[in-house]
């Protein structure tokens, strides 16, 4: 009776941990298919006990909006017609953006300013850049110092049109372009979204083009 007990309790653990690994599997795929987050380097710790009647073979994730902090958080896990908040801890390592030197406030960044190095994501301050490129012609509206993480709340655009300045539009729409010339409403980088006013007074949106024009598309 008592190797019976043994091997019930054996067998409970085992299905514990074979449910847990397939849990931990289906949310390292979540991860990697919705963040682009490699396996390799990250950790997956969960906050809250697992049952094994609550792991299944085609769950859904769904992140909660209420984040504790920058690495524990809660996710709702649905399995069929049950659902459950799992509340997990999501230890990273990665490349991040520090500045190599000073940067003055007003400075349109460069290369040579930056500095990629490896580390725990975890604790970075939200927006901080992952990668050189997508600092590289930002403005920095403040002083960044030595080693300091770079983040989005730091950086602008580098303006190429500017308010109030006459704009090259192009109206695109079906099987037509007409140019025509009018006013910027805001300031704006490639790639960026600003409003710009045409000699009859009507207002529209356009994205700015690597040619400085204001594309509208009707």
């Not at 019976?4 to 795929?29: E, G, P, Q, V």
């Not at 963040?35 to 006990?49: A, E, G």
């Not at 769950?59 to 049950?82: E, K, M, T, V």
Request: proline share 2%.
């Amino acid at each position: 009776m008592k190797l019976l007990k043994i091997f019930f309790i054996l067998l409970f653990f085992l299905s514990f941990k074979i449910s847990a690994d397939d849990l931990i599997n289906h949310l390292n795929k979540f991860f990697k298919k919705e963040y682009s987050l490699n396996t390799k380097n990250f950790k997956i710790l969960f906050h809250v006990p697992l049952k094994t009647n609550q792991v299944c073979k085609k769950p859904y994730f769904l992140l909660s909006n209420h984040f504790h902090n920058a690495r524990l958080f809660d996710i709702l896990y649905i399995c069929g017609h049950q659902h459950r908040f799992l509340k997990l801890e999501l230890q990273v390592q990665g490349q991040y953006i520090v500045a190599k030197k000073k940067i003055f406030r007003g400075t349109k960044i460069s290369e040579s300013d930056l500095k990629s190095i490896t580390g725990s994501l975890n604790n970075l301050p939200n927006g901080t850049y992952l990668n050189k490129q997508d600092v590289i012609n930002r403005v920095n509206l403040r002083d960044i110092f030595p080693f300091q993480p770079i983040t989005s709340f730091m950086t602008r655009a580098f303006w190429v049109i500017r308010l109030n300045k006459e704009v090259t539009i192009k109206f695109k729409g079906n099987n037509f372009e007409i140019i025509t010339t009018g006013k910027a409403l805001d300031n704006g980088g490639i790639n960026e979204k600003i409003r710009i006013q045409i000699k009859s007074g009507k207002i529209f949106t356009g994205i700015i083009n690597n040619d400085r024009e204001v594309i509208v598309v009707l």
